[in-house]
Nanobody, 129 residues
Framework: QLQLVESGGGSVQPGGSLTLSCAAS????????LGWFRQAPGKDREIVSA???????????HYSDSVKGRFTISKDNTKNTIYLQMDSLKPEDTATYYC???????????????????WGRGTQVTVTV
């Protein structure tokens, strides 16, 4: 079984930066993607970014329009860890951020929350003056 643990959340001022980490352990395998999601109070959980973990065809990366150009997703396969570098943070980025894994083979599914089956417990990010 795969376990995911997020870290790196905190409180920053607008314009600041944070880097989130998601460490995977347990049953890691080829051919899946990991994604970052966020959920603000009273709102639905939404995808922020996703990256393929293994498999052929090169690395696929996805960013939601709201974070494109400000957030960067990356991975370190040797550490079984993905990262989310968040720059130019805005108050609307405030949310609990979750890491999740999907075992779907089709990259077409990687932007949809419902295809992610394993979730971490989340880490809080607060952007406030």
């Amino acid at each position: 079984q795969l376990q995911l643990v997020e870290s790196g959340g905190g409180s920053v001022q607008p314009g600041g930066s944070l880097t989130l980490s998601c460490a995977a352990s347990g049953r890691t395998s080829n051919g899946y993607a990991l994604g970052w999601f966020r959920q603000a109070p009273g709102k639905d959980r939404e995808i922020v970014s996703a990256i393929t973990w293994n498999g052929g065809g090169g690395t696929f990366k996805h960013y939601s329009d709201s974070v494109k150009g400000r957030f960067t997703i990356s991975k370190d396969n040797t550490k079984n860890t993905i990262y989310l570098q968040m720059d130019s943070l805005k108050p609307e980025d405030t949310a609990t951020y979750y890491c999740a894994a999907t075992f779907q083979n089709s990259r077409l599914t990687y932007t949809y929350t419902r295809y992610y089956s394993t979730w971490g417990r989340g880490t809080q990010v607060t952007v406030t003056v």
